[in-house]
């Protein structure tokens, strides 16, 4: 007895469709008579729609159907389908390659987007102007600065990094810069110990009311 195995025969065009599918199409090349033929694609059709019937009454989904038809018989039937007959070189488009911008970023912990907003404050022809988007910028960095490395950043580092990514065009007073607020507080060390659990102490009773802390009942003088 002569064995057929899967990968002795040929290669499936849709292999969710399987093989007995591709073994219908194939069989419809064989057909000389082109009404007979179109007859039994549609008989074919029917069945492919059989296998997700969700789908199979919409518009959409027959003419799927049909391409997939076509591409399963390696676009050699020849039938009358309600369809335009789809071509291999319709499916063979390679789509284009986008532009996508390398650019390098100076310091990623700020982003991009930040060193364009440098360069674009330095062309700006108003000083006052100018020194409040500083400003602004600079109390941004500080604040992806902490984000990332999760510290303080220094001002006078945030300083040198507005003047190297601007390129020395930064020709505003940034002494502003140097006198910046810090905009993150940090947990005081006295509200810290003040919340913290003291030993010995048994703290799942907090808030509860026990015999010890109970208020003595009020009595009405006039009664």
């Known amino acids: 007895m002569r064995k057929n ?8 065009y849709l292999p969710e469709y ?3 599918i591709h073994e219908m199409v194939d069989s419809l090349l064989e057909i000389e008579d082109r009404q007979e033929r179109t007859r039994q694609a549609k008989a074919v059709i029917a069945v492919m729609g059989n296998l997700n019937t969700t789908l199979r009454d919409t518009e959409d989904f027959k003419h799927k159907l049909w391409d997939h038809l076509f591409i399963m018989s390696d676009f050699q039937l020849d039938v ?9 070189q319709d499916l063979a488009v390679v789509p284009q390659k986008l532009p996508y911008t390398q650019s390098r970023i100076t310091f990623k912990h700020y982003g991009k987007y930040v060193h364009r907003l440098v360069r674009a404050i330095a062309t700006e022809q108003n000083t006052e102007l100018k020194t409040d988007e500083i400003i602004n910028v600079a109390r941004y960095m500080r604040a992806k600065s902490f984000e990332y490395n999760n510290e303080h950043p220094n001002n006078g580092s945030i300083i040198r990094d507005i003047n190297i990514m601007a390129g020395g065009d930064v ?11 810090n905009d993150y507080r940090q947990a005081s060390p006295r509200n810290i110990k003040r ?3 003291q030993p010995g102490r048994n ?3 907090r808030g509860k009311v026990t015999k010890s802390n109970k208020p ?5 003088a006039h009664k």
């Open 5 to 12: 195995y899967n990968y002795t025969r040929r290669k499936l």
């Open 18 to 20: 399987g093989r007995h």
């Open 80 to 88: 009358d389908s309600p369809y335009p007959q789809p071509s291999r």
């Open 171 to 181: 020709d505003v007073d940034l002494t502003a810069v140097s006198t910046m607020r």
């Open 195 to 197: 919340n913290k659990p």
């Open 203 to 205: 703290n799942n009773n």
């Open 216 to 220: 003595a009942p009020r009595h009405n």
